[in-house]
């Protein structure tokens, strides 16, 4: 089994949302907690990048970003800056569905890339749920630097490995994205 850290993004503003989303309840949980318990299916190392104190509460480490407004890859960048492992498990704190055949496809496939991240059926790349190399710091710092925010752009510079999901094995639906609480109130029956 490979030894990794857990990194779990929290840092969004959720303006779409009108809350922060990682701690809306659903189901009885806090969405990041979902996360957090697929992470912990690979690793006790667990950070939740986030400038929210409430995210304390969990009982894992909580760490601001360095490059501050600069989204998901301000995220990774900070996250992977901390970790004291090369290689991190990458998760959103808004993704409920996620669950163990995932973690496992994704350790299936790793072979010393610098990325291994997800493209859905219908063609989406999920930058947001992926193992991520410490080796590629320096082009996260060098691209935030230069205003580049585009995650699977700079992910299209390194050494990566996208797995494709064909619909029938039925984990497309492990990366619903909600942008209100109604979205997610809908789905929660499928929990």
């Given amino acids: 089994m490979i030894k990794l850290g857990g990194i779990i993004l929290s840092g969004g503003k959720s303006s779409r949302f009108g809350?922060?989303?990682?701690?809306?309840m659903l189901n009885g949980l806090a969405l990041v907690e979902y996360s957090i318990q697929v992470a912990r299916l690979l690793t006790n190392d667990i950070t939740i990048i986030t400038q929210n104190p409430d995210y304390k509460k969990f009982g894992v480490k909580n760490i601001p970003?360095?490059?501050?407004d600069t989204g998901p890859m301000g995220g990774i960048h900070s996250g992977l800056f901390h970790s004291s492992f090369d290689i991190n498990l990458i998760l959103s704190c808004d993704t409920p569905f996620l669950n163990k055949?995932?973690?496992d496809l994704l350790i299936k496939n790793y072979s010393n890339q610098d990325v291994v991240i997800f493209k859905t059926s219908d063609a989406k790349y999920h930058p947001l749920t992926g193992l991520y190399h410490k080796r590629v710091l320096p082009l996260l710092e060098s691209n935030l630097q230069q205003g580049k925010f585009k995650l699977i752009d700079t992910i299209f510079q390194t050494n990566y490995k996208v797995i494709s999901l064909k619909q029938e094995e039925n984990l497309d639906t492990c990366f619903s994205n909600f942008n209100t609480p109604n979205d997610?109130?809908?789905s929660a029956i499928h929990l």
């Fill in 19 to 24: 809350s922060d989303k990682g701690l809306f």
């Fill in 184 to 186: 997610l109130k809908s």
């Fill in 65 to 68: 970003d360095i490059f501050q």
């Fill in 101 to 103: 055949a995932i973690a």
